[in-house]
T-cell receptor, first 115, second 116 residues
Framework: AQTVTQSQPEMSVQEAETVTLSCTYDTSESDYYLFWYKQPPSRQMILVIRQEAYKQQNATENRFSVNFQKAAKSFSLKISDSQLGDAAMYFCAYRSANTGNQFYFGTGTSLTVIP | NAGVTQTPKFQVLKTGQSMTLQCAQDMNHEYMSWYRQDPGMGLRLIHYSVGAGITDQGEVPNGYNVSRSTTEDFPLRLLSAAPSQTSVYFC???????????????FGPGTRLTVL
């Protein structure tokens, strides 16, 4: 099975500053998708951003962007101009392009935003 | 548009009791999944379905049953609850696609289950 590793259990950032959350994964496949999900205290999982492995260009969604390094199997999330509403647990996730519906999640990083 | 709904939000069971967690989606999604979330661990896949009448096991299926008689509903049954099944359970759905599909997975609000 694929494994997804988030080595930072907790991170903090000053409001309006930039923070980067790390994620590495292990796979022998070449075609797959990577995701970052946000889980606020409400517990609902919210998709933040996704990346197709076959695309070299890093995905961006407003203040959120990724640094996808396929050879290094690294997929970090950068949050720019951090806002209080960004405080949440962030999960990195992997899905093979070949096995349909099996997602593998990391253990999460708890992000605190300091006013 | 309700999206993915789960009931109940909270449940307390005694060891050995059985119960069903309900999940429904109104987006006509083919794929549905059940996950459990435990402290210090990521979400782990319990069972999933790729369409009505088709289910398969995920990473941690023991102690759980599922069925998918309609596209909309995907209930999760705990056959004989154990304290190890104390967790938060999430249901998710997404649209099927080809091998290049990157469709978003939509999650329900979760059910917090405690087994005493």
């Amino acid at each position: 099975a694929q494994t997804v590793t988030q080595s930072q259990p907790e991170m903090s950032v000053q409001e309006a500053e930039t923070v980067t959350l790390s994620c590495t994964y292990d796979t022998s496949e070449s075609d797959y998708y990577l995701f970052w999900y946000k889980q606020p205290p409400s517990r609902q999982m919210i998709l933040v951003i996704r990346q197709e492995a076959y695309k070299q260009q890093n995905a961006t969604e407003n203040r959120f962007s990724v640094n996808f390094q396929k050879a290094a199997k690294s997929f970090s999330l950068k949050i720019s101009d951090s806002q209080l509403g960004d405080a949440a647990m962030y999960f990195c996730a992997y899905r093979s392009a070949n096995t349909g519906n099996q997602f593998y999640f990391g253990t999460g990083t708890s992000l605190t935003v300091i006013p | 548009n309700a999206g993915v709904t789960q009931t109940p939000k909270f449940q307390v069971l005694k060891t050995g009791q059985s119960m069903t967690l309900q999940c429904a989606q109104d987006m006509n999604h083919e794929y549905m999944s059940w996950y459990r979330q435990d402290p210090g661990m990521g979400l782990r896949l319990i069972h999933y379905s790729v369409g009505a009448g088709i289910t398969d096991q995920g990473e941690v299926p023991n102690g759980y049953n599922v069925s998918r008689s309609t596209t909309e509903d995907f209930p999760l049954r705990l056959l004989s609850a154990a304290p190890s099944q104390t967790s938060v359970y999430f249901c998710a759905s997404r649209r099927a696609g080809g091998v290049t599909s990157t469709d978003t997975q939509y999650f329900g609000p979760g059910t917090r289950l405690t087994v005493l």
